[in-house]
């Protein structure tokens, strides 16, 4: 076998097909490779003494091995291969896989990453990357972070200071009954908004029927449970939380119901007319923050659940729920208003979080082929025709053209 045959190759998708080249790859991204180097030899250091012409050198082991290599990647989707690379290179603590042409796996941690792109070019990015091999720290404990479990403490802590607050400022003392029907209104019709939304999307009898009672009970029950916030909220959480396997087999589907019923109408508000009704308004909108926060602080916790079908889709969903919390934070009191806070923060960092999602980029085909092709050459199988075919709506499958929307095909 040559040298020629013994080099490295990796799978590289350009325009569209994918071929063998050489390259590298680290942390299982592929790159092609334009130039190569390695650096190494021993540690010495050199003492000279006066008058003494021959130095005293100490040898104190063999330097750090490093594989600087300008490398590139290149294609019509050669900025989605761009971005991924930049994951594993920027993004990722500690030492990976790199696969070298010349020098085979090598345990290695990335050093400097310089990325040129050039108009002139074209459909290309090349990367100087400094590689330092760091084979004795392949062991070291890796810091996962528990973004989920991050989320989940940060709604639990927030659902607890959003009850503090409601019960701090709800007054029921003295209050004729007409003065808690804007309070009675706002809580039966988030229960209608709940039932209306959560209902077509339960997943099995049991937990339809159970959340059918919840809220038939939490309607019945409005007139008393207002004089009684604290309860009340307890019995709103558990409405949503009865829906166990629901959040498990489809979040997605629950985070954009919750997201639904988080816009309901609450009713008018109470006028402010005499001493009663300024404390009915006042309870009014202390009830409305809490019951809007309630939903908040459940799309929230799913954020990280869900299992997204692009990058973009995850940051739009990341981006509705934090202004869902940003706007309840805005109206919060100082009781509840760090609580939200910690919430927003914890769903920025857990939505994408370190999980891979491709994209959705553009594809333009002038001259029309069938559907199977165009799915052929961009992902080396037909597996997601019907994916292509749905997502741009084709009605005739053997002649598409035009721009078309398809998802990446790495994750990236």
């Not at 059918?212 to 916030?229: E, G, H, K």
């Not at 980029?361 to 199977?372: G, K, Y």
């Amino acid at each position: 076998m040559t040298w020629r045959e013994d080099l490295r190759r990796v799978r590289i998708t350009i325009n569209g097909q994918p071929r063998d080249l050489v390259g590298a790859s680290f942390r299982g991204v592929p790159f092609l490779v334009e130039e190569s180097q390695r650096s190494g030899g021993r540690r010495l250091v050199v003492n000279n003494f006066p008058f003494r012409p021959d130095p005293f050198v100490e040898d104190l082991d063999r330097l750090e091995r490093k594989f600087p290599i300008v490398g590139y990647v290149i294609g019509d989707d050669y900025m989605t291969q761009r971005d991924a690379l930049l994951v594993a290179l920027e993004d990722t603590a500690g030492v990976g896989e790199l696969l070298h042409p010349y020098y085979g796996a090598k345990t290695c941690m990335c050093g400097p990453v310089t990325v040129t792109e050039k108009r002139s070019d074209g459909g290309i990015a090349t990367f100087t990357i400094d590689f330092v091999e760091a084979p004795a720290q392949a062991l070291s404990p890796v810091v996962v972070v528990d973004s989920v479990g991050k989320v989940a403490a940060s709604a639990k802590a927030a659902r607890v200071v959003r009850k503090t607050e409601l019960v701090e400022q709800f007054t029921v003392a003295g209050l004729p009954a007409f003065a808690l029907a804007s309070a009675e209104t706002a809580l039966t019709r988030t229960a209608a908004a709940l039932e209306s939304a959560l209902g077509p999307i339960a997943t099995t009898t049991q937990e339809l029927a159970q959340l059918t009672s919840r809220i038939s009970v939490l309607t019945a029950s409005a007139a008393s449970l207002v004089r009684n916030p604290s309860d009340l909220l307890d019995q709103l959480d558990a409405v949503i939380d009865g829906l166990v396997q629901t959040a498990l087999a489809a979040p997605g589907a629950m985070l954009d119901a919750l997201v639904e019923a988080y816009g309901t109408d609450l009713g008018p508000a109470a006028p402010v007319t005499t001493s009663t009704r300024r404390i009915e308004a006042a309870n009014q909108a202390a009830l409305n923050r809490a019951l809007r926060s309630t939903i908040a602080i459940e799309s929230a916790r799913l954020s990280p659940l869900v299992p997204f079908e692009s990058i973009e889709a995850a940051t739009a969903a990341r981006d509705i729920v934090a202004g869902l919390l940003e706007e309840q934070a805005d109206g919060a009191g100082d009781t509840a208003y760090p609580g939200l806070v910690e919430l927003r923060s914890q769903v920025l960092r857990a939505v994408p979080g370190p999980t891979a999602f491709p994209r959705l980029i553009t594809v333009s085909r002038r001259v029309a082929i069938p559907s199977l092709l165009l799915t052929y050459q961009l992902y080396g199988s037909v597996d997601r025709d019907a994916d292509v075919v749905a997502r741009n709506k084709i009605r005739h499958p053997g002649f598409v053209a035009g721009d078309l929307k398809a998802l990446s095909a790495d994750n990236s």
